[in-house]
């Protein structure tokens, strides 16, 4: 016995859109399966005498789409097993159809040939009813499983399986992360049939359709407008290859890779100052900065035939999942420092490196000093070479002031001798902030801020007083200077 299950598809409307030859084969047919019998035809088709199985109870067990799609499946490969079962789905068996996908993926293993016949598909009925061309771009979208990743926007896009309000409203709020709240889209319901239906709504009102059923469909129109566009990550990949093209700006014409990279670190700086302000406008707006470098190189590699972004994310993604084998993996980290271990281990491996002649290899010249210094003092530390407690580091602190204060004689010689005692004075300072938990970089800047404010409070006293800074004591600027303090700037 051949063990086959036939599929055939009800088409997009009525009766009057159903191919002959899948009518004949329907009424002539013993046992008939039907996903659902929620469609037009098949009210039509039981007026003449059609009988049938349908799915439908099956919908009300499961939570999950793909667990009643599943269950469907195999009943159906079961059914097949034992006799040749006819299948009948919605539209066509292969548009929009997860059951015809798993059966055509799962028939073969257990030996049930699967054969698809007619059925016209929703899809050129809608190209009709909306007079639209898809050689423009289109694209097929599933209701149930929509996520604002593949939303291509300046496309027709076409969200078949809308079922009802609940999957209307998550197609809606997926929309509105790409698309303003007001944007205008269609629901077309049963396209193509003597009940077809097409409305113009407002997207935040696609959900409140109470004609939604199971032959509905969502368009949305491409986007023209590009103060809309601005959210993709296309557009930006636009603008900066515009703004070096020969007919773009002059400025951004003219640089390259050595004269970014003052600005990369001002704008990096800038970021740790919103951070540090808590004012999250003023965060994205200098995230954007920090981005705009990143883009400008990547556009400078482009242009010189060297690299492209999509080298730069291609390498990121692939070293994002190489070194989180905990996530991407079978490998465990119970903590952040075993993380960072195996970070590590998987950069040295991957670099081919053998084992470094020093724990200190890998600590960036390119660092500011400061920097440099904790980071040095951090990879020491990790072997033991560090205080046991805060006391000694203190001393330390107190040895190196002497040192530095005895150098200070006024000769060249003692001067000399003075800078490299500084050096060690700020060298134990670090260790000492370092061992308190305390980042230097970040204490400096807030003391930087700090600074900055309490002057500028000086200076507008001294404007008030219209007089010169000359025109101060010492002790009259001091005494602004500890107003300031008062006042907790």
């Not at 039981?46 to 067990?61: M, N």
């Not at 400008?296 to 999509?310: K, N, P, R, T, V």
Request: hydrophobic share 40%; aromatic share 8%.
């Amino acid at each position: 016995m051949v063990k086959k299950i036939e599929i055939l598809g009800l088409g997009a409307g009525d009766l009057a859109q159903l191919p002959v030859g899948v009518y004949k084969k329907l009424m002539n047919a013993g046992e008939v399966f039907l996903r659902t019998k929620e469609h037009p035809v098949v009210a039509e088709l039981e007026k003449e005498g059609f009988t049938y199985l349908s799915f439908d109870a099956i919908y009300e067990k499961h939570d999950q789409f793909e667990d009643v799609y599943e269950e469907i499946a195999q009943t159906l490969l079961d059914k097949a097993g034992r006799e040749a079962v006819v299948y009948v789905v919605p539209g066509h068996p292969l548009v929009a159809e997860q059951t015809v996908q798993l059966l055509l993926e799962y028939g073969p293993k257990r030996e049930i040939e699967i054969t698809i016949g007619g059925g016209q598909s929703f899809i050129d009925a809608l190209f009709t009813s909306l007079k639209i061309d898809p050689i423009e771009g289109f694209q097929l979208l599933d209701g149930t499983s929509l996520s604002k990743e593949l939303l291509q926007i300046q496309q027709h896009m076409i969200i078949g399986q809308v079922y009802d309000q609940f999957v209307a409203s998550n197609v809606k709020l997926t929309l509105m992360e790409k698309l303003p709240d007001d944007y205008l889209v269609y629901i077309v319901t049963a396209a193509g049939s003597s009940a077809e239906i097409i409305e113009k709504i407002p997207l935040y009102e696609l959900d409140r359709n109470v004609s939604i059923n199971n032959l509905t469909s969502v368009y949305i129109p491409p986007v023209k407008e590009e103060q809309i566009l601005l959210k993709n990550f296309s557009k930006l990949r636009e603008i900066i290859a515009e703004l070096r093209s020969p007919t773009g700006c002059p400025w951004d014409r003219e640089q390259t890779h050595e004269s970014l990279k003052k600005y990369l670190i001002e704008e990096t700086f800038e970021v740790i100052d919103a951070i540090n302000s808590g004012d999250i406008d003023h965060l994205i707006e200098e995230l954007g900065d920090v981005l705009l470098q990143v883009m400008l190189h990547a556009q400078i590699g482009e242009d010189d035939g060297y690299f492209s972004i999509d080298d730069i994310i291609e390498g990121l993604s692939a070293k994002m999942i190489r070194r989180h084998p905990h996530v991407f993996g079978n490998v465990e980290a119970e903590n952040a420092d075993e993380v960072v271990r195996n970070w590590q281990e998987i950069k040295r491996q991957e670099k081919g490196e053998e084992a470094p002649n020093s724990l200190l290899e890998g600590v960036s010249m390119a660092l500011p000093n400061l920097l440099r210094a904790y980071e040095l003092q951090k990879k020491a530390a990790k072997v033991g070479f560090d205080w046991q407690e805060i006391t000694p580091a203190l001393e330390k602190v107190k040895e190196e002031l002497e040192e530095f204060v005895q150098e200070l004689d006024g000769t060249e010689e003692g001067m000399k001798r003075a800078k490299g005692e500084f050096g060690d004075l700020l060298f134990a300072f670090v260790n000492v902030a370092r061992f308190l938990k305390i980042h230097p970089e970040e204490a400096l800047f807030e003391t930087n801020e700090k600074f900055t404010r309490r002057f500028q409070f000086v200076e507008e006293r001294v404007k008030e007083s219209s007089r010169t800074f000359e025109e101060h004591t010492l002790e009259q600027l001091d005494q602004y200077w500890d107003e300031a303090k008062v006042k907790g700037l």
